[in-house]
């Protein structure tokens, strides 16, 4: 069984960082691409950040130029480190991982969600 969690988040003031983490777990023979998404209260989820295992990333354009995906794969994990925030970052952030465990088939898995609050 694979499981991401994540930490980090909290309350930062506008202009502020922060930094959210996700290190999965569990029977995994190799984890593929990672990223994280994030859902504001009375919103889609969108897309924030990708990275592929050997570190190519993609940024939504929202956060382009702020954020900075990276991911460490002997810890299997995948951080965000957030800068200049402001409040419409304001989110619940979630982190994915495509799984290939040591048997079965491949799958993404979610974390459980980690609130980020921007203060103005």
């Known amino acids: 069984q694979v499981q991401l969690v994540e930490s980090g988040g909290g309350l930062v003031q506008a202009g502020g960082s922060l930094s959210v983490s996700c290190a999965a777990s569990g029977s995994i023979f190799r984890i593929d691409a990672m990223g994280w998404v994030r859902q504001a209260p009375g919103k889609q989820r969108e897309l924030v950040a990708t990275?592929?295992?050997?570190?190519?990333?993609h940024y939504a354009d929202a956060v382009k130029g702020r954020f900075t995906i990276s991911r460490d794969n002997t810890k299997k994990t995948v951080y965000l480190q957030m800068n200049s925030l402001n409040p419409e970052d304001t989110a619940v952030y979630y982190c994915?991982?495509?799984?290939?465990?040591?048997?079965?088939?491949?799958?993404?898995?979610w974390g459980q969600g980690t609130q980020v609050t921007v203060s103005s």
């Open positions: 994915n991982a495509n799984v290939v465990p040591v048997s079965g088939v491949g799958a993404m898995h």
């Open positions: 990275i592929t295992r050997a570190g190519s990333t």
